[in-house]
């Protein structure tokens, strides 16, 4: 039977091995006195792989996305993003709380505005109205399956807000799975914009952290906020070192978790009772439709199998290092099994 096949998400991924040896031999110093040197090379090689100039490294994806927000706005702004985006569901709604920021959700038609959606959202300036300042993209799409969205869209987007002064920042916990999934490198996809942030902690399988990227001005104010939240670390060095690994090594391997989640996917379509499009499976994400899905989340872990429930009827898998082709088969049985009731 082998053991549990966990496909809650890519963030339960453990260090490698490489990554451990890194993090002992690290050289560190005070990264609030900037004098931790592998925190630096860090926060360089992941800024040049995006195409900013700067990085800054966070504890994780929700306090950088929220740096970038306290960076940006100012209190009673509005923050422009897709309505199913992880910032307005997962993230404690920290832009409203810590941030003061407005958060106005967009109903997209794929998750990513068209400049349409955006024109619409913004209208002519209006008393009424908390003044647009932000506009707010994820790519890969978590809610919508792991969309990747191709950077001609990225790019227009950032054109059409600049031209009324507004920023755009892009929430790229998974803009490695895109860029693979897409062919292109992440500096196509991130260059246009004026923050991105990518996560070090999913499919890469770094133990912690993320680097908001962006101007040498933008970096130099976030990290004034990042202190505020009390996110200025000391020999973190220790972390930033696995971090590096991940950016090195575990990038080109994403693609084998794109290529099982679509062989789940195929599997998981052939099921009665389960709802799936596998040709809308580009990245490492897998959305199910069921008629109860708690239900099923709770029979699948009989069998060994965990998965998320995202709401009454949508089951999340997300495939990472740790789920082989064997794990992919199990799942589809006990999906079968879980459905059948
Ligand atoms: C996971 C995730 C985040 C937040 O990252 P944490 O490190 O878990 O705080 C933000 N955005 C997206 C799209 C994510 O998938």
Known sequence: MGGTVDLRSDTVTQP?????????????GDDVFRE?????????FAARMVGHPAGLFCASGTMANLVAVLTHCRRGDAVLADAEAHVLHYEAGGMSVLAGAFPQPLRTGDGHP??????????PPDVHRPPARLVWLENTHNRAGGVAYRPDRTAAVARWAHARGLRVHLDGARLFNAAVALGVAAADL????????????KGLSAPAGSVLCGSEAFVEEARRWRKALGGGMRQVGVLAA????????????????HRRARVLAEGLAEIPGVEVDPDRVQTNIVLARVADAPGVVERLRAHGVLALALDART????????VDDGGVERAVRAMRAAVAG
Do not use: K, N, Q, Y
């Open 16 to 28: 490698t091995d490489r990554m451990r040896e890194a993090m002992a031999t690290a050289r560190v």
């Open 36 to 44: 931790d040197p592998t925190v630096a090379e860090l926060e360089g």
């Open 114 to 123: 068209t400049l349409e959606e955006l024109e619409a959202a913004v209208g």
């Open 190 to 201: 991130a260059a246009p914009v004026d923050s991105v942030m990518v996560s070090l902690s």
């Open 242 to 257: 696995a971090g590096l690994v991940a950016l090195r090594e575990m990038v080109d391997r994403l693609w084998e978790d």
């Open 315 to 322: 089951i999340r898998f997300v495939t990472h290092r740790h």
